[in-house]
């Protein structure tokens, strides 16, 4: 299982939401590409981006720092969530360098379309779906939807996506701890990896997550916690390396 850290950009800088509100924001860094330098020299083995101000345009804004991090690490698997809208977007973010590209609010809304995207970018695509209740929204969390969690990724697991990223919104940015209940279930219903997201507070979630993960969810997305010292990444890992010398979904790191 990997520990994977968020770098959520906004206006160019690195910043965290809680519950995804873009008005309560807390800025950590105005240079991406550092905090980049700061995680894979801890030991990250991916890094998850996340375009907030595209997830509410709908298209790319954050593009330059999402480039700017690539090019500073060539080798690394990225992969990159928010305002993915278009194939346009997913060819310039898989030719900067982006291992893998998050479909979200696109997903949910034309969900037809991700099986003709996994054909045209074999192994490259990933759907987030951000819950609450067991509802999907979209919109950058703006907007609840009627669709269940668990029904869309199995779709979406049959269409060829190669994991899903599952985020309880309750619990994102909110340090309350994962809602592995929640996670588990999930995985237990598809057969492609999950990615939890939302709530990692400590180094006792990362081993909850570690003592589940043989259900089938090959990372944890952690950013609060690591921002805020509540966790230490590098901890964090080498404790998942410890519990876990092996992984079913190798492959995929």
Same mark, same amino acid.
């Given at each position: 299982?990997?520990l994977?850290?968020?770098? %959520?950009?906004?206006?160019?800088?690195? $910043?965290?939401?809680?519950?995804?509100?873009?008005?309560?924001?807390?800025?950590f860094?105005?240079?991406?590409?550092?905090?980049?330098?700061?995680? $894979?020299?801890?030991g990250?083995?991916?890094?998850?981006?996340?375009?907030l101000n595209?997830?509410?345009?709908?298209?790319?804004?954050?593009?330059?720092?999402?480039?700017?991090?690539?090019?500073?690490?060539?080798?690394?698997?990225?992969?990159?969530?928010?305002?993915?809208?278009?194939?346009?977007?997913? =060819?310039?973010?898989?030719?900067?360098?982006?291992r893998?590209?998050?479909?979200?609010?696109k997903? $949910?809304?034309e969900?037809?379309?991700?099986?003709d995207?996994?054909?045209?970018?074999?192994?490259?695509?990933?759907?987030g779906?951000?819950?609450?209740?067991?509802?999907?929204?979209?919109?950058?969390?703006?907007?609840l939807?009627?669709?269940?969690?668990?029904?869309?990724?199995?779709?979406?697991?049959?269409?060829? $996506?190669?994991?899903?990223?599952?985020?309880?919104?309750?619990?994102?940015?909110?340090?309350?701890?994962?809602? =592995?209940?929640?996670?588990?279930?999930?995985?237990?219903?598809?057969?492609?990896?999950?990615?939890a997201?939302?709530g990692?507070?400590?180094? %006792?979630?990362?081993?909850?997550?570690?003592?589940v993960?043989?259900?089938?969810?090959?990372?944890? =997305?952690t950013?609060?916690?690591i921002?805020?010292?509540?966790?230490?990444?590098?901890?964090?890992?080498?404790? =998942?390396?410890?519990l876990?010398?092996?992984?079913?979904?190798?492959?995929?790191?």
């Open positions: 299982m990997l994977i850290p968020a770098i %959520d950009l906004k206006d160019g800088k690195c $910043v965290r939401l809680r519950q995804g509100r873009m008005e309560d924001e807390t800025i860094s105005d240079d991406p590409v550092a905090i980049a330098k700061r995680w $894979v020299e801890a990250a083995r991916r890094l998850h981006l996340v375009d595209g997830a509410f345009a709908g298209e790319p804004v954050n593009h330059e720092a999402v480039h700017a991090i690539a090019q500073a690490f060539p080798d690394l698997p990225i992969q990159i969530g928010g305002g993915i809208r278009s194939e346009e977007t997913i =060819i310039s973010y898989l030719e900067a360098g982006v893998y590209v998050i479909i979200g609010t997903a $949910v809304k969900p037809h379309l991700i099986n995207l996994s054909i045209e970018f074999p192994g490259q695509i990933i759907v779906l951000d819950a609450r209740d067991g509802k999907v929204a979209t919109e950058g969390w703006s907007k939807s009627r669709h269940d969690v668990v029904d869309l990724a199995q779709r979406f697991a049959a269409d060829g $996506v190669v994991a899903i990223i599952y985020t309880d919104i309750g619990r994102d940015g909110m340090m309350s701890g994962v809602n =592995i209940e929640a996670t588990v279930k999930l995985a237990q219903a598809i057969n492609i990896p999950v990615i997201s939302g990692i507070t400590n180094i %006792d979630d990362v081993r909850r997550l570690c003592e993960s043989h259900e089938g969810i090959m990372g944890a =997305i950013g609060r916690a921002y805020e010292g509540t966790l230490d990444f590098a901890e964090g890992q080498r404790l =998942i390396d410890e876990l010398p092996t992984s079913a979904w190798s492959e995929l790191e």
